[in-house]
């Protein structure tokens, strides 16, 4: 290279730079996610109508559809749905809500955080599964254990998100808060909390995510109606057809449910890029 | 107002950071604090405007701050610090709703500041839309709209593009011709501190003592890129720091 000859004899010909940045650049594809199910639900049509896939192993999604078609008919849809999603609601709420005010205590105080940060340690990993009976005890076999399991159940996941989300707020704000001689107050609800918002709001992805999973939990254990409760009777019949139907309700239940989610970060957090 | 600085000394834990340090800030004219890295320049600032409790010595105010004002001591900070989910108004309205000022005479505040930076046209523009000099701009904006009696200003312009510099600093002359204001200037950069301050104080490096105190005659409005006699004192200060700067910079930083 340093040799002053190399550049006045031309050895070959010029050859192009050879491209290499592409890649390692996730890009939106909106009509993908469609395509695939649309793919995996119509091999399994093909395999069960052909009968290599055996009725036994998986039903039909023209039946699944089916017994959805007879759900919605017979009206059981919505004696189904409405109470799942009452107890989604209240029980969500309250673990959510409470979450987010402790999440945000022990992001605020030391105190707090050094009392609580190891008592939400210690109960986050317990299945909460496994205290259904001790709720059914505590607080009797309606509706109200099951407000306590999925609020319970949202509440671990919902602090640690807040509490991590509230360490994450730009100090710098902070002390131009208090350089300004805002009132601790103002700071909190002016600066720490709309920045600590898009934290806030992955967690809850998470935590409502466990609230359906122990929605149906609570369900299997003792209820007649709900959609858990219609898993559970399909299940023990062995009638995959209804069972498959239900699953695919908690399905669009997660999705709708992430969907709105969504929406509401697009609108909160409109500031971001 | 002005403010006395008693013989201040800090430490964190072990390691002194500024020693003996005492300083009048006079109202009315721009004191720039120059310095090696390291040397206690931010630390000092954060003690004079309150957000640090300096070990010892005190600091004090002589006499009452100006009718009107809001926040006797202002900051305006190296990264703007300002509220990214609100816009160029909301950003100035966040330091005014505190005291009660909301609506209409809120209004004629933000127009004001807004106007004397050059800002009218971007009163709806979120932080993300602003670029570096802009952003800096508004910050500059919002310590005007609690009208200071001294503004603290910790190397407002070192994250900014030289060009963009330049151009801010002929805005803070502008400012500062238009009504005089009183300061404490942080900086790394010479060029600056010779453009800007009234009186140059040089620290030497940790822990920090004052090394040497420049006063600049030359009015501000005077004052222009590469002119001789500035670029004159700022060699000077250059000498006086040269070996303290080269001595810093070989430091092991967590001592």
Sequence with gaps: MSDPSDHKSPPTAPIEVRFRGGGFAPRPHRWMGPVVFVAVIALLECGTQAGWISALTFPKPSDVLGAFGELWESGLLFQHLMPSLGRLAVGGAIGASLGIAVGVLIGLFSYVRAGMVPVVAAIFPIPKIALLPLFVIWFGIDEASKYALIAFGTFTPTVVATYGAVDNVDRSLIRMGQSFGLSWMSIVRKIVLPGAMPGILSGLRISLAIAIILLVAAEMLGASHGIGAYILQAGSLYDLERLFAGVVILSLLGVTLSAIIGQIERRLLRWRS | MDIRLNSISHSYGDTEVLRDISLDIPSGRIVC???????????????????????????????????????????????????????????????????????????????????????????????????????????????????????????????????????????????????????????????????????????????????????????????????????????????????????????????
Aim: proline share 5%; with cysteine.
């Design chain 2, 33 to 255: 604090l120059v310095g090696p890295s390291g040397c206690g320049k931010s630390t000092l600032l954060r003690l004079i405007g309150g957000l640090e409790r300096p070990t010892i010595g005190k600091i004090l105010q002589l006499g009452d701050p100006p009718q009107g004002c809001l926040n006797p001591l202002t900051y305006i900070f190296q990264d703007f610090a300002l509220l990214p989910w609100r816009s160029v108004r909301g950003n100035i309205s966040l330091v005014l709703e505190d005291h009660g000022i909301r609506g209409a005479s809120a209004d004629a505040i933000i127009e004001d500041v807004l106007a004397r930076t050059k800002l009218s046209d971007f009163r709806d523009a979120l932080p993300r839309q602003l670029s570096g000099g802009m952003k800096q701009r508004v910050a500059v904006a919002r310590a005007l709209a609690v009208k200071p009696a001294v503004m603290l200003m910790d190397e407002p312009l070192s994250a900014l593009d030289s060009q963009t510099r330049e151009l801010l600093m002929d805005d803070l002359v502008a400012l500062w011709t238009r009504q005089p204001f009183t300061a404490v200037y942080v900086t790394h950069n010479l060029a600056e501190a010779v453009r800007l301050g009234h009186r140059i104080v040089v620290l030497s490096r940790r822990p920090g003592q004052i090394n040497e105190v420049v006063e600049i005659d030359k009015p501000l409005a005077d004052r222009g890129y590469g002119d001789a006699d500035l670029e004159k004192t700022q060699k000077h200060l250059w000498d006086l720091m040269r070996d303290e700067a080269r001595a810093a910079d070989e430091e092991l930083i967590d001592v």
